[in-house]
């Protein structure tokens, strides 16, 4: 069975909640844009033109975004590499 994620707004606009139906990661996820990471899906996400940061763990994962990006243009993006969990 595939994960869904609900997206969820946070108190700061440049942030996104991804919540999963079901635990994704073992244990906490943290990385910023310039970061080396051993994580295959924070080095992804951080792909991602306008990502700034991600933290995540077990079921959830928050992205932040750059001020200057645009939501409508990340998410789908985003979306796009969770689906591959």
């Known amino acids: 069975m595939a994960l869904e994620?609900?997206?969820?707004?946070?108190?700061n606009p440049n942030a996104l909640k991804f919540s999963a139906s079901?635990?994704?990661?073992e244990g906490r996820l943290s990385?910023?844009?310039?970061?080396?990471?051993?994580?295959p899906l924070a080095a992804s996400l951080l792909s991602?033109?306008?990502v700034?940061?991600?933290f995540g763990f077990q079921d959830f994962l928050t992205v932040n975004k750059f001020p200057d990006a645009?939501?409508?243009e990340l998410v789908p993006h985003i979306k796009e590499v969770l689906e591959t969990l």
């Open 52 to 54: 700034e940061s991600i």
């Open 22 to 25: 079901q635990p994704f990661l």
């Open 31 to 39: 990385a910023r844009a310039g970061d080396t990471s051993d994580s």
């Open 5 to 11: 994620f609900s997206i969820e707004p946070t108190p």
């Open 70 to 72: 645009d939501w409508e």
């Open 48 to 50: 991602i033109d306008g």
